[in-house]
C-alpha cells in the first residue's frame, strides 16, 4: 500500500466528508476500516476491487438504462469500498424515517378518503388533483390493515453542517432494497473480516419481517397466504432486483398476464390451474395496473384488478395512486400536516423547497434563481433538474418564461452541497454521495431497513446522483455497538402445513419459457456440434474431408443453420457461410441468434436459475461477443460454448429441483433433440448409397455418439450398425427412441398431476413404429426400400415434434383447449 493512502484522499472546505472529520483523522465509526485498507497493498485492494466487478457479472446483476447501447445487460456499478454510518447516527435517521412513512401513509388515507387536508387549506388541492398521481378509481378504497403505503423510501443527502435532509420520497413501488442486499452479499465477500469485526447490522431480518409482515395483512380468508411480486417484465430498469428479491423472498415473480380476476378475486394461472392471490408486491407504475379503469392501452397491468382491490379480496404493496406522494412540491407543507395528523412535529425535515404554485413562492425563485435547482413539480413530466447558476443568456430566459408560462408546473429548491464519499478508482478519490433509506409496514408499524443504498455521482463535481446517468452504488454499513446475531429468512421450524403447500405452483408464462428455454439451449448444442464438424472439415486439405463437406453443407442448409447469400452473383465462400452461422445474430438459425433467444428465455426465469446455471448462461452469451475471423478462432469459440452447453444440461439434471418446470425444460429439449436428430438422420438417408457411406463419421460427430460408436463395434461407421445407434437404441441418450421413450414418460406424468388428457395420438404411434421397425430388412435386397420406409419414419417423427410442440403450448400455457379450472388451496 502506498504511504499515506488516506492523506492523500482530498478533503473539501464545503462539503461534509463521510470518512474524514475537520481535523484530516478519520470520524470514529470509519477509524478501523481506514487503519484497514491502510495496511492493504495495491495489489491486494485491486484485487478485491477485481473480485466486485466479477462477481457483479457473473451474478448477471445488471441496471437498464433506457437506450444504453448494452441493453439489458448494462452492468450494476458498484464501489468495493463501504458507506459506513455510526449506530447513535443511524438510531436519529431510523426513526425519523419510520415517522416520515407514517405521515406519507396518514397523508394518503386522507387523500383517498375524508381530505381534510384539502378541506382545511393545509393541502393545495391544485397539488393533487392538477397531477397525473392523483388516481380518482382508488378514491374511497379502503385497503387491509388500512396500509396504504407498505414500502416507503426516502432519499437523504447530507448538507455540508453534517444535517441529513430528505431530497425525494419514494411511495410507488420503491426501488433499491434489493440492489442494497446485493450489494451487502458481495462487498461482505470482498472485506470478510471487516465486516464481521465492524458489528455490521445484517440485512436478512428486515426482509424477513417483510415476509411475515404481507402474509399478516393479507385477507386471507383461513387460507394460506400467497403472494406474488408483479414486475412489468425484463425490460424494465430494475427487473434485475424484481427477479432476485422474488426469489430471494419466495414469491413467484409475475407479470400482468400471468394473472386474471375472477368474481373481483385474483388468481394466478399456473400450470395446475387458477390459484387464488393473497397479496401483491408491486414494481408496476399505478397506471398499468388495471387497463379497465386506468390506462386503457395498458399491456402490463391486470383487468379488474382494481375491482378486487375495493372488494378487498387482495393486499397490494403500494396501494394504486400512492404515486401522488412522490412530488418534491409538496415538501413545504409537510411540516404543518405532520402536526395535524400525527401530532408530532416532523423529526427529519425536507431540502427547502418552494412551490411555484403560489405567488410570493414564484416570486422568491425567480429573485433567487442562482441559489436553486428547478424541477419538475410532478413525477410524470419528463425533466431533469436544471440548476439556477448554471442558466446563462438566452438558456435562462427561456427558463423564466416557462416558469411564468406554467408555474404550477415547477417547484424549487434550496442547493445542497452534497456530501462526499471515498471511490476506489485506483486510488482514493471523493464523489458526491447519498443514500436511499427502506421503511416497510409491520402490525406494529414501521420497521427501517439497518442499512441503505448507498448513491454515488459517476464524475467529480457532479451534483446529480442518478443511476440512470451513470451512478455508481455502495453497500451502507451501519455499526452495532456490540456482536450482531445473523438471521436467515429459513423458518426455524417447519410445520405440517408448510409440507402440504410446499411445492410452488408454476405459473404458466414461466412453464413456457423453460419449455423454451430447453428448446435454445438443445439447439444451440446441436449447432455447435453440426458447425464443428463442418468447420473441421472445411479447414483440411485431406480429400475423405472434403468429400464429407458436401453432405455436412447440405445438412446444415436443411436445418436452418447455414443460409447462402441473398446475392447469387456473389455467393460466399464455404467459411465466410459457416463464420456467418456461428456469429450473426440476425441470422435466424445461427448460433448467435439462438444464444439471444435462450438468454432472453432465461431471463424471463430468473428467479428459477441457481447462480451456478446462471454464471453459465451469462458465459454462454459472451463467447460469441468476441472478434471472431478465422476458422481456428472459431473452432475454440465453439469448444468454449460446447463445455457452457454441456454445463447446462448438467445443472438442468443435477442442480434443478423435479417439479413441473423442470418437467417442461426437459420436454423442451427432448422434442427439441425428436426434431434435430430426425431431420440430421434423413440427410444421409436421402442420399445416393456412394455418397451415405462418407456421411456416418460426421453424422456421428453431430449426434455426439462417435465415442460409443467406437467402443462398440471398433470398425469403420456401417450403416446397419449407425442406424441401429442414432434411430432405435433407446439406451443412447443421442436416439430418436430415447427421445420418444422420454417424452412418454413425462408427458404422461404431466397428464397426470396437472390434469390434461395424455396426448396418445402425437407420440403413442411412433413409439410402436419403431419399436416394430424390422432391421433385418437392411440385411435383405431391398435395402433402399427399408431406407424409404425409415425415411418416412423419420419425416414422421418431425412432423410429431411440430404437433407435440404446439399442443404443449394449447394445453398447458395458453389453456385453449378448457376453461382453467379454479383450485382452493386449504
Not at 235 to 255: D, K, M, S
Amino acid at each position: 500500500m502506498p504511504a499515506g493512502l488516506i492523506n492523500n484522499y482530498p478533503r473539501s472546505d464545503n462539503r461534509f466528508d463521510e470518512m474524514l472529520s475537520e481535523s484530516g483523522t478519520a470520524r470514529p465509526h470509519w477509524q478501523a476500516f481506514a487503519e484497514r485498507i491502510e495496511s492493504f497493498s495495491d495489489d491486494v485492494l485491486t484485487q478485491r476491487s477485481d473480485f466486485v466487478r466479477g462477481a457483479i457479472e457473473a451474478d448477471g446483476v445488471s441496471y437498464n438504462v433506457y437506450a444504453d447501447p448494452k441493453g439489458t445487460k448494462r452492468p450494476w456499478e458498484l464501489d468495493m469500498l463501504p458507506l459506513i454510518v455510526g449506530n447513535d447516527e443511524w438510531q436519529m435517521l431510523s426513526s425519523a424515517i419510520a415517522q416520515r412513512a407514517r405521515l406519507m401513509n396518514a397523508i394518503l388515507a386522507d387523500l383517498y378518503g375524508p381530505q381534510h387536508l384539502l378541506s382545511e387549506g393545509l393541502l393545495p388541492s391544485a397539488l393533487v388533483f392538477g397531477q397525473h398521481g392523483f388516481k380518482w378509481p382508488a378514491r374511497g378504497v379502503v385497503p387491509p390493515g388500512n396500509v396504504w403505503l407498505f414500502s416507503y423510501a426516502a432519499d437523504l443527502a447530507r448538507a455540508p453542517d453534517g444535517q441529513w435532509w430528505v431530497i425525494a420520497d419514494r411511495t410507488q413501488g420503491p426501488s433499491g432494497a434489493g440492489y442494497a442486499l446485493q450489494n451487502r452479499i458481495i462487498v461482505s465477500r470482498a472485506f470478510p473480516d471487516a465486516f464481521r469485526e465492524l458489528h455490521v447490522n445484517p440485512l436478512a431480518n428486515y426482509f424477513r419481517t417483510m415476509q411475515d409482515s404481507l402474509a399478516r395483512l393479507a385477507p386471507s380468508d383461513g387460507e394460506v397466504p400467497l403472494t406474488v411480486l408483479l414486475t412489468p417484465g425484463p425490460y424494465n430498469e430494475t427487473y434485475f432486483e424484481h427477479a432476485f428479491l422474488a426469489r430471494y423472498l419466495g414469491f413467484p415473480l409475475v407479470e400482468g398476464q400471468d394473472l386474471t380476476v375472477r368474481d373481483n378475486t385474483v388468481y394466478l394461472k399456473t400450470l395446475r390451474g387458477l390459484r387464488r392471490v393473497h397479496a401483491i408486491l408491486r414494481r408496476l407504475d399505478d397506471d398499468f395496473c388495471d387497463p379497465l379503469e386506468l390506462r386503457s392501452d395498458s399491456a402490463l397491468g391486470v383487468a379488474g384488478l382494481l375491482g378486487a382491490i375495493r372488494a378487498g379480496r387482495v393486499l397490494m404493496a403500494n396501494a394504486v395512486g400512492s404515486s401522488v406522494l412522490e412530488s418534491g412540491a409538496l415538501f413545504g407543507f409537510l411540516p404543518a400536516i405532520c402536526e395535524r395528523l400525527l401530532g408530532e412535529k416532523i423529526a427529519m425535515p425536507s431540502v427547502a423547497s418552494w412551490w411555484c404554485g403560489e405567488p410570493p413562492a414564484l416570486e422568491y425563485v425567480l429573485e433567487h434563481l442562482d441559489e436553486l435547482v428547478i424541477k419538475p413539480a410532478f413525477p410524470s413530466m419528463r425533466m431533469e433538474a436544471v440548476f439556477g447558476h448554471e442558466l446563462k443568456g438566452e438558456a435562462r430566459k427561456q427558463m423564466i418564461e416557462s416558469i411564468l408560462a406554467q408555474p404550477h408546473a415547477y417547484v424549487a429548491q434550496e442547493w445542497v452541497r452534497l456530501s462526499q464519499a471515498p471511490v476506489w478508482n485506483h486510488r482514493l478519490v471523493p464523489r458526491s454521495v447519498g443514500i436511499r433509506v427502506f421503511a416497510s409496514a409491520t402490525p406494529e408499524g414501521y420497521t427501517v431497513m439497518p442499512g441503505a443504498l448507498g448513491r454515488v455521482a459517476p464524475r467529480a463535481g457532479m451534483e446529480v446522483i442518478s443511476m440512470q446517468r451513470g451512478g455508481l452504488s455502495k453497500d451502507t454499513w451501519v455499526r452495532a455497538e456490540a456482536p450482531v446475531v445473523r438471521h436467515t429468512l429459513l423458518k426455524r421450524r417447519l410445520g405440517v402445513i408448510d409440507l402440504v403447500c410446499g411445492g410452488a405452483d408454476i405459473p404458466s408464462r414461466v412453464g413456457e419459457n423453460l419449455f423454451w428455454m430447453g428448446r435454445y439451449a438443445e439447439r444451440v448444442e446441436a449447432s455447435a456440434r453440426l458447425l464443428r464438424a463442418a468447420l473441421a472439415r472445411a479447414s483440411s486439405t485431406d480429400s475423405e474431408a472434403e468429400q464429407g463437406l458436401a453432405g455436412l453443407l447440405q445438412a446444415t442448409r436443411r436445418l436452418g443453420i447455414v443460409v447462402d447469400a441473398e446475392d447469387e452473383d456473389k455467393p460466399d465462400d464455404v467459411q465466410s457461410q459457416l463464420l456467418r452461422a456461428l456469429l450473426d445474430h440476425t441470422q435466424p438459425g445461427s448460433v448467435a441468434s439462438n444464444l439471444r433467444a435462450l438468454s432472453f428465455s432465461a431471463s424471463q426465469v430468473r428467479e428459477r436459475l441457481s447462480s451456478d446455471n446462471w454464471h453459465a448462461l451469462n458465459r454462454l452469451e459472451q463467447l460469441l461477443a468476441e472478434d471472431i475471423t478465422s476458422t481456428d478462432q472459431a473452432m475454440s469459440a465453439i469448444d468454449r460454448v460446447m463445455q457452457s452447453c454441456i454445463s447446462l444440461a448438467g445443472f438442468a439434471m443435477d442442480d434443478m429441483t423435479r417439479d413441473e418446470g423442470w418437467r417442461f425444460l426437459i420436454l423442451g429439449r427432448r422434442i427439441e433433440r425428436l426434431e434435430g436428430l430426425s431431420g440430421l438422420m434423413s440427410v444421409p438417408m436421402q442420399s445416393r448409397p456412394e455418397a451415405r457411406e462418407r456421411m456416418f463419421e460426421w453424422l456421428l460427430e453431430a449426434a455426439n455418439s462417435i465415442v460409443t460408436y467406437r467402443a462398440r463395434y471398433r470398425r469403420m461407421p456401417e450403416l446397419l450398425p449407425v442406424l441401429h445407434l442414432l434411430v432405435f437404441d433407446r439406451t443412447n441418450p443421442h436416439s430418436v427412441g430415447f427421445q420418444v421413450d422420454v417424452l412418454q414418460k413425462y408427458l404422461a406424468r404431466s397428464s397426470r398431476e396437472l390434469g390434461h388428457p395424455y396426448p396418445s395420438l402425437m407420440i403413442d404411434p411412433l413409439a410402436r413404429r419403431l419399436e416394430n421397425f424390422d432391421l433385418t430388412r437392411f440385411e435383405a435386397d431391398d435395402c433402399e426400400l427399408a431406407l424409404g420406409t425409415l425415411t418416412t419414419l423419420l419425416n414422421e417423427s418431425i412432423s410429431a415434434a411440430f404437433k407435440l410442440s404446439d399442443e404443449v403450448h394449447r394445453r398447458y400455457f395458453t389453456h385453449t383447449l378448457r376453461p382453467m379450472q379454479l383450485r382452493r388451496v386449504a
